[in-house]
């Protein structure tokens, strides 16, 4: 039986009681979104406002996200907003294409991400934590890291490894900085987006954010031109990483390959939504295991028999507690908090009626901690996740990889990646959280820990 695990309460904005002026709320959503909804948010089905500049309507009701993300799918597009914050970066990659377009792309990538492919990855994976483990073993016992960071490298190197075979000239430490400008700037909720201005007028963020971009489309354009004359001299010496199967990939129906424009875009998207997402999964996993003593315990047991010959073929046994600690890791720190939508025509979710462009929201962060569906909802309880429990859990109650057709492409690939360098660090390592260190959720695209997490590593 599991235990229940309650006290210390994970850390979390505490949702206001009292409302607020429009104008707060805009300045409260470009500061850190998860903290500009008061509790009203957390306890009802649904909050629909109405503006002259655009309605918004925020569902937390199971049966009608499933409407809006699976049965009236084609009414709702990709929001306006979104795009605002990863059209700059992503272009039209898988992430931001419609139509035809997403369609065509989402068919000719998937076999990409089938079970085959990705376990073929699992070795790079348990290849890159060995190295990263092999750093922290030379640091005396007790030495300070920023798990934030480290878990940021490790998953950086992996999807350099498995999109591109480490063929980069990208040095972490300048596209760290790189992207952590770009979420800044073009990561933050843009107001003057959302009070209505067109997407091509030059505002301060778009400014800033140029350099940064300028040497993510630099990087990644050399890097794919080499690997498009590789192809062209010898297809057969290409390495078989997510590149070369971009490169190379046929539509199923009808044979065309992906145009140049898509190839990079999806690298980008990759790179971008392949990365960051895992790394703050991994990093709010660790930082809740380090005020959780029973589940660390429990969870270094269950790792503690996994075979090293094994690990490093990726072969990892049924972890089940471990699973359930990372899945209720992301149910409280859900990595990508927002899932956004526009209505294109009128419908009706949940009795209301929606006009066209009305904004619609699914809030994993709000959902996930919503008191009509979870019992002690800001609690950390691994068990809800074990066989028994999780049965009672609403499909659409629990999303951190969104749902219906535009779900999460690389979700088996996190899964798999996250299990195996949480089950290789906590076989060797217990992290114990900086006393005194201030750990605050910042929502920017991704949940990231403000002040990254500063912990003390301890051989176990
Ligand atoms: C813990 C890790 C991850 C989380 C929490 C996550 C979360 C999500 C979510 C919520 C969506 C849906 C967005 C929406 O409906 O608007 C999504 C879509 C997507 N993700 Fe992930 N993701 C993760 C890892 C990855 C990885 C490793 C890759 C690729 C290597 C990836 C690539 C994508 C792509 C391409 C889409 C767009 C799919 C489409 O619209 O057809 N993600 N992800």
Redesign the pocket.
Known sequence: MTPTLTAPRPAAPVPRETAVSFLRVLWELRQNPIAAFGARAYSLPQVHLKSRIRDFLLVNEPENIKHV?LDNVDNYI?SDQ?QRLTKPALGN???N?EGAS?RF??RT?APM?QMRHVASFAPVMAEAAAEMLARWDALPDGAHIDAADEMMRLTYDI?CR??FSGDVTMDYGRMSRAILVYLETLGRIDMLGLLGLPRWVPTPDRIRAAPALRYFRGEMEGLIERRKALIARDSGSAPND?LTLLLTAHDPEGGALFSGREVFD?VM??VF???E??A??LAWTLYLLSQFPDADIQVAAEVFGVDDAAMMRGELPELPFTRAVLEES?RLY???PF???EAVAADTVGGVAIRPRTSVLVS?WILHRHRLLWERPDEFDPGRFLPGRRESIHRFAY????A????????S???Q??LLLLAAIMRRYRLELEPGHPVQPLARITLRPKNGLKMRLHRR
């Open positions: 993300l990709k979104v990659g898988l992430l294409a997403w792309q989402r990538a991400f999807i498995t999109v997510l999806n998207t990759f939504a392949g990365h997402t895992t703050n999964a992301m859900p990595p990508a899932v956004s939508r994993t999303l951190p990889f969104g219906g057709l535009r779900i999460c492409i690389g979700m690939f996190a899964m990646e996250a």
